[in-house]
């Protein structure tokens, strides 16, 4: 049997992000330093920090849940602006260059 950790299943998908944004920066870096076309790059870390968003959602959820109304109204503010950041910001415009 695998060993979760206290956090259990999110545990192991937060380590196997954090595994895939060290690769897909790795991977970044090689090609910025190759000069070779860069769309896949841009891809692989927006990915990565789509994925990384998402799971650092998921446990400040479970902590904003449990606080008063006005903490939980900060957590979705901050929801959707870090959202949108990387949807608008590093996302498909970032991507297409």
Same mark, same amino acid.
């Given at each position: $049997?695998?060993?979760?950790? =206290?956090?259990?299943?999110?545990? $192991?998908? &937060? !380590? *196997?992000? $954090?595994?895939?944004? &060290?690769?897909?920066?790795?991977? +970044?870096?090689?090609?910025? *330093? %190759?000069?070779?076309?860069?769309?896949?790059?841009? /891809?692989?870390?927006?990915?990565?920090?789509? %994925? %990384?968003?998402?799971?650092?959602?998921?446990?400040?959820?479970?902590? *904003?849940? =449990?606080?008063? +109304?006005?903490? =939980?109204? /900060?957590?979705? /503010?901050? &929801?959707?602006?870090?959202?949108?950041? /990387?949807?608008?910001?590093?996302? %498909?415009?970032? !991507?297409?260059?």
């Amino acid at each position: $049997m695998s060993r979760k950790g =206290r956090t259990g299943y999110l545990g $192991m998908f &937060a !380590f *196997a992000v $954090m595994l895939l944004n &060290a690769i897909a920066w790795i991977i +970044k870096i090689v090609l910025d *330093a %190759l000069n070779v076309n860069n769309t896949v790059g841009g /891809i692989l870390t927006g990915v990565a920090s789509l %994925l %990384l968003l998402i799971v650092v959602l998921f446990s400040a959820y479970d902590y *904003a849940s =449990r606080q008063t +109304k006005g903490w =939980r109204i /900060i957590f979705w /503010i901050l &929801a959707i602006v870090s959202l949108l950041s /990387i949807i608008l910001g590093l996302g %498909l415009p970032n !991507f297409i260059k």
